[in-house]
Each structure stands twice: as C-alpha cells, then as structure tokens.
C-alpha cells in the first residue's frame, strides 16, 4: 500500500529531468521574468514623464535667456 508519505518522497526523489519539474521551473522562471518586465517599463514610463518635464523646463529657460538677452540688445541699441 501506498502512503502519502510515499507520494511525498516520490514527488521530491523526481530528478533534474523530470519534465513535471521542468515546467514547474519554466512557469515560476516565467512569472518572474514577467514581473520584473512589468517594473522595468513602469519605470520606463516614469523616466520618460521627469525627462519630458525637464525638456519642458529647459525650454522655457531658454526662451527667458533669449528674451533677457534680446532685451539687453535692444537697450544697447536705445542709448547709441
């Protein structure tokens, strides 16, 4: 007769190449793998949102220094 005990110590006694393990493996590897591609294109996502933002703010700075210096170049002009 045939324990439970006996179907445990089966289970475990399954060698490296047991197809069973295998895909047990293959499926845990999987969603792993899925998960840190999850995170890897949320953290894509929020780099691109901050390098945008900065893209923005580097544009509006350069736009004031162009008016600041158009400014500047025309009150040289005023006083000649």
Same mark, same amino acid.
């Given at each position: 007769?045939?324990? +439970?005990?006996?179907?445990?110590?089966?289970?475990? =006694?399954?060698?490296?190449?047991?197809?069973?393990?295998?895909?047990?493996?293959?499926?845990?590897?999987?969603?792993?793998?899925?998960?840190? &591609?999850?995170?890897?294109?949320?953290?894509?996502?929020?780099?691109?949102?901050?390098?945008?933002?900065?893209?923005?703010?580097?544009?509006?700075? &350069?736009?004031?220094?162009? +008016?600041?210096?158009?400014?500047?170049?025309?009150?040289? =002009?005023?006083?000649?």
């Amino acid at each position: 007769m045939v324990t +439970n005990g006996d179907m445990d110590r089966i289970k475990e =006694d399954r060698g490296p190449e047991d197809l069973t393990l295998k895909i047990e493996m293959l499926t845990k590897q999987k969603e792993y793998l899925q998960k840190k &591609c999850r995170q890897a294109g949320e953290a894509i996502l929020k780099q691109e949102g901050k390098y945008l933002s900065l893209e923005r703010e580097y544009d509006k700075v &350069c736009e004031e220094r162009d +008016n600041f210096v158009t400014m500047l170049g025309d009150g040289k =002009d005023d006083t000649r």
